[in-house]
């Protein structure tokens, strides 16, 4: 990731998601691989601290706000706010910067609190909202696994692109590129 960084500076976008933090990383098993292949845990810290500076949301050519998650349950949320984020830590339930991370979308109208535990359920008309109050035209999210590897939601306002292609030993498609 870094190296493909330093290659394509301007091609290659990466951002953080919610497994980027150092407690999901323990309990999902990198710290144990860490431990395994490497004799020490100290790759495992500086791996985490790599992690904690990527960026948590960006915007592409002026119109595509892509975030690992989706959008926060704050009814003013705007660009502004994901400026003013201290992503260079470990996110707490129930902040900005969780909830960026874990929510989700949902064709029903609305906020809901979410299946997760943590963060919400955003509605069409919170996207549409968001999207015309910061003058973009979608939101590109990557939070879950789907078996085509994308999906376009709320009519075509929020899209899930999620192409690992082994996710969970469940085989998907995968698009190496997706033209909106």
Known sequence: MCAMKVACPDGFFV??????????????GFYDECARKYQNHQFFSLTNSVLNTLPIAYVISEKYFVVHGGLPGKPDF?????????????????TLLSQLLWSDPQESQGIR???????ILFGPDVSEAFLKRNNLSKIIR????????WLSEQSGLCITIFSAPNYTYTYCTVYPFIII
């Open 142 to 149: 990557s939070h879950v696994w789907q078996s085509e590897g």
């Open 78 to 94: 705007c660009l502004e706010d994901v400026r003013g984020l201290d992503r260079f830590r470990v996110p707490e339930n129930g």
């Open 113 to 119: 609190p979410s299946h997760r535990g943590e963060g």
């Open 15 to 28: 951002s953080r998601g919610n497994h980027e933090s150092e407690p999901i990383n323990r309990v999902h």
